[in-house]
């Protein structure tokens, strides 16, 4: 076989083990962490997936050492708890039998640890800033403690059957503190020069080394940089990588301090692929030893070509996995048009912190792993019906398929999509328009019937004499009662690609909501003078936290912001608004983009209601929220057929 990808699917040696290829699961924490700080079962699930795509390595992310000090509600590793042990030692398990190389993150959270607890901090120093909690600074036996700690729980990681440990010495957490110039303001053996900010950090591979013996994989996690005020740059970053190379077995390069600027250690949809990449490039020219990059990876072709052109070895994926746990699998067999690609929407991230628990925009089985990897077979095949071509009928209609039911997707317009179809030539958003193509490839291979141009009604159904209708009809552009409003220069937002010679070069943009920010800002990413006028308080409220703050963060300095101000009228001049103070104010623009919102096709959704013996509502149909809802209503519609 010829391999697409020949570079990205050779195995490696690191330390006493191979891995399988260079595509890496980066660590990712868990769901459910028990009382005791071990790993759950569905947490083993969440793992095992990965290993089953063909991923190389699987890290379980951030097991705390020291508790005593870092207190955060993450994996702890004490053998001496009962029922701890055992948990460590089945994910291993669950790991290994698919042919990965199980590994582990040890981590302290120094100052960060659980940042939003209002708990004691400790670091390497007493700094405090303003918007930070206040620190107390470690004791040298204290130091001691920790060193110690990092190689007992190393020891019972490896007793547990883990075959590869990471340090995790980046991302601001506490050996990175001691590393850095803003954190580290000790006079002791601990710090005061360079040589001596790295004391703790070798003490602590030292440890791990004396505890895991000879040739078993050590990986150490750094910030090439620091990307804040008072941190080291790659100078600094380099030497770092000089000074733990003797001791280590893959030097893992991420970038940032991600809990001061976390869309640095977690690249947003507004940078481009494997954004962090050139650091591991630069730091590889001055190690030998084998390096690892990490940061917005997941397209084939740019990892093929960071691999073949030396400028890392090893390449890890978190989100990209997420999406996708099938991707080094299917870049293995040569289906990477097949690929479902990470929409950097940080869904992922905001479901842990909010409640506990993980989701992707994209991928239903994430953080529900234990319920099952496998699509099972219907036991009496159906004919289902799905009206709509959005991302709720189309995941209905891909599982629908897979389940061996005659599955028919009619969409009203001309091409699949629904929604997502606003998002072409935006190129931030361009894997939220690639994903119905994706789709549509995958329901084409398994013969679904797709029927464009054909609305979808009750006698049409009864036609057809379908078992199950999945109605995923989606909704509709909300037009506020303005007048005006229907004039020529008022774009709906979803047309603002198929219209875009209209727009002319002053835009004000009406909504200040996901849909409306993000075509603020391709706006001005077009050279347009925008304006948001907002009648709330505050923008992008129906955003996760992650991603409303990268987007706040994107339009800052590009995109004027009238919030509170509410539209009262449209001419040719441009949009009248009330503002705060109850004056009324003329906004001028040659285009006004509406973007205030979406209302659920709740009407035409009714029609259908008695369409067929089973009928489900997903997605905005039934009421409007997002895009991962409706693709997991789509998803356990199918598996209820």
Known sequence: MIRKFPHLCSPIQIGNVTLRNR?????????????????GRRSTAFYELKAKGCAAVVTVGEVVVHPETDNSPLFHFNAGTAGVMGGFHYTADA???????????????????????????FGPSAVQAADEPEVIELSQSQIKEIVDSYGRVAGFAKRAGFEMLMIHGG?????????????????????????????FALEVIESVRAAVGKGFPIEFRMSGVESIDGGYGLDTGIEIAKAVEPYIDLLHVSAGSHHIRFTVSHPSAFTPHGTNAWLAAEIKKHVRVPVAAVGTLGDPAKMEELIATGQADVLYMARSLLADPYLPRK????????????LRCFTCNAERGINETRRCALNPQIGREIEGFEIQPAPRPRKVIIAGGGPGGLEAALISAQRGHETILCEKTDRLGGITKCEEGVPFK????????????????ENVDIRLSTPVTAEYVERENADVLICAIGSEPLVPPLPGIEGENVIPVQDIYERRAEIGRRVVVL??????????L????????????????ELVTDANEWYRGALLEEMTGRVEIKSGHAGVKID?????????????????????????????RKEEAAALRDAAPRVYQIGDCASVKDMTNAIYQGYHAALDV
């Open 23 to 39: 595509m890496a699961s980066a660590p990712t924490g868990g769901t459910d962490v028990t009382p005791e700080g071990g790993i």
């Open 95 to 121: 790991i290994s039998r698919h042919g990965a190389i199980p590994s582990l993150e040890l981590s302290h959270g120094g100052r960060y640890a659980a940042f939003k607890q209002n708990t004691t901090k």
């Open 511 to 520: 909504g200040g909501g996901i849909a409306g920010c993000e075509a603020a």
């Open 522 to 537: 391709h706006m001005a990413d077009c050279g347009k003078t925008v304006v948001i006028a907002e009648m709330r308080g």
């Open 430 to 445: 361009a894997a939220m328009f690639r994903y119905p193509k994706t789709m549509e490839r995958l329901l084409r291979k």
């Open 171 to 199: 991302h601001g957490w506490l050996i990175n503190q001691f590393l850095s110039p803003r954190h580290n303001k000790r006079t002791d053996a601990y710090g005061g020069n360079h040589e001596k900010r790295c004391r």
């Open 331 to 342: 870049v293995l067999e040569n289906r990477d048009e097949e690929i479902i690609s990470c």
């Open 572 to 600: 040719k001049s441009g949009l009248y608004c009330r503002t705060p103070e109850g004056d009324e104010v003329l906004i001028a623009a040659d285009t006004i983009i509406l973007a205030a919102g979406q209302r659920a």
